[in-house]
């Protein structure tokens, strides 16, 4: 394990949080937001560390026997609030790990500090419970509340919390990350880093996902061959998908990187900045086949696409009316 060094991005959140140690001004009470896999569990979890730590610095040492016992979870001072049921927290599990624990004094560190991840899945009986103790705390108290989605918390909650949004980092740091440290091949750093949209726990995810590299290849095939196809192979290639329902949007997602590589070439002839360069043969081929207006059509198709499947609009209707477009004007 790194300590906030070996984060990728987030550095005002870091310093941030380094300069409430370093000043003795640590709050009682934060909420980190970002969607999933934006790094918001490894930022609390080292900032956790780097309180308890008994070197006392801006960063875990990772070598003393509080860093020892957080990073194979065994804190007694650092709590991971837990609940039963996968889409609530509720009061009970609030009470009885968090309102009613806090009252116990930490047994080995300064402060004793509370996790609550998946924070918008609190009942509003819970954040109100909670709210107490987030108004009043025991002095040793930090509570750190983590959440996809701010707006299910209560605005008297948010407005007593220092909240810490983690935005999405640019496209060549995650890109970075995937060659350096995941020794990943540029070719497929490019499609992962473009495919994440700054997320880098989305793009590790990508990056050692078997399934997700069978989807590229499957995504590529029908793209590149779309314009030859028979409407009945369009027709069972749509059957096909329609068995990975789940990954659809993904598929969506890589649908349109290859019209913008194609877009983007037609309009610049440069391959530098192309996501799919190994399939320059191809987009050069499409670029010159389509026009302008017919690839900006087949983008604005895609997001329609999104938008039905999303209202749960008929699965099959959806993607042929979408593959009928791309063969017609790809």
């Given at each position: 394990?790194?300590?906030?060094?070996?984060?990728?991005?987030?550095?005002?959140?870091?310093?941030?949080?380094?300069?409430?140690?370093?000043?003795?001004?640590?709050?009682?009470a934060y909420i980190f937001g970002g969607e999933n896999g934006s790094g918001k569990k490894l930022i609390a979890n080292l900032f956790a560390m780097t309180l308890q730590c008994e070197?006392?610095?801006?960063?875990?040492?990772?070598?003393?026997?509080?860093?020892?016992?957080?990073?194979?979870?065994?804190?007694?001072?650092?709590?991971?609030?837990?609940?039963?049921?996968?889409?609530?927290?509720?009061?009970?599990?609030?009470?009885?790990?968090?309102?009613?624990?806090?009252?116990?004094?930490?047994?080995?560190?300064?402060?004793?500090?509370?996790?609550?991840?998946?924070?918008?899945?609190?009942?509003?009986?819970?954040?109100?419970?909670?709210?107490?103790?987030?108004?009043?705390?025991?002095?040793?108290?930090?509570?750190?509340?983590?959440?996809?989605?701010?707006?299910?918390?209560?605005?008297?909650?948010?407005?007593?919390?220092?909240?810490?949004?983690?935005?999405?980092?640019?496209?060549?740091?995650?890109?970075?990350?995937?060659?350096?440290?995941?020794?990943?091949?540029?070719?497929?750093?490019?499609?992962?880093?473009?495919?994440?949209?700054?997320?880098?726990?989305?793009?590790?995810?990508?990056?050692?996902?078997?399934?997700?590299?069978?989807?590229?290849?499957?995504?590529?095939?029908?793209?590149?061959?779309?314009?030859?196809?028979?409407?009945?192979?369009?027709?069972?290639?749509?059957?096909?998908?329609?068995?990975?329902?789940?990954?659809?949007?993904?598929?969506?997602?890589?649908?349109?990187?290859?019209?913008?590589?194609?877009?983007?070439?037609?309009?610049?002839?440069?391959?530098?900045?192309?996501?799919?360069?190994?399939?320059?043969?191809?987009?050069?081929?499409?670029?010159?086949?389509?026009?302008?207006?017919?690839?900006?059509?087949?983008?604005?198709?895609?997001?329609?696409?999104?938008?039905?499947?999303?209202?749960?609009?008929?699965?099959?209707?959806?993607?042929?009316?979408?593959?009928?477009?791309?063969?017609?004007?790809?």
């Amino acid at each position: 394990m790194q300590g906030f060094d070996g984060i990728v991005g987030h550095d005002e959140i870091i310093e941030h949080l380094q300069n409430s140690i370093r000043l003795g001004k640590v709050s009682h009470a934060y909420i980190f937001g970002g969607e999933n896999g934006s790094g918001k569990k490894l930022i609390a979890n080292l900032f956790a560390m780097t309180l308890q730590c008994e070197e006392h610095g801006i960063e875990p040492c990772l070598k003393c026997a509080s860093c020892k016992k957080a990073m194979s979870k065994n804190h007694p001072d650092i709590i991971s609030v837990t609940h039963e049921k996968p889409n609530s927290i509720g009061i009970e599990e609030i009470r009885k790990q968090l309102i009613d624990d806090v009252a116990i004094k930490p047994y080995t560190g300064p402060y004793k500090i509370y996790l609550v991840n998946d924070a918008h899945k609190l009942t509003l009986q819970a954040q109100n419970a909670l709210l107490k103790t987030i108004e009043e705390p025991p002095s040793y108290a930090v509570i750190i509340l983590l959440t996809d989605n701010m707006d299910a918390l209560l605005p008297t909650i948010t407005s007593r919390c220092v909240t810490l949004g983690l935005k999405p980092i640019r496209e060549n740091l995650v890109k970075e990350y995937l060659v350096d440290r995941l020794h990943i091949p540029e070719y497929d750093a490019d499609i992962q880093a473009s495919f994440a949209q700054g997320n880098i726990g989305k793009a590790q995810q990508m990056a050692t996902s078997e399934e997700f590299a069978q989807m590229t290849e499957n995504a590529l095939q029908l793209l590149k061959y779309s314009h030859e196809a028979e409407l009945y192979e369009l027709v069972d290639a749509i059957k096909k998908m329609s068995e990975e329902k789940e990954n659809i949007f993904d598929y969506l997602d890589l649908f349109r990187m290859w019209f913008r590589d194609v877009l983007l070439f037609k309009a610049t002839r440069e391959v530098d900045s192309l996501v799919f360069k190994q399939e320059i043969k191809f987009i050069k081929e499409q670029a010159r086949r389509s026009s302008y207006e017919g690839l900006e059509d087949i983008i604005s198709s895609i997001q329609k696409a999104e938008a039905r499947l999303r209202a749960n609009v008929n699965f099959d209707l959806t993607m042929e009316l979408l593959f009928l477009t791309i063969r017609e004007k790809g």
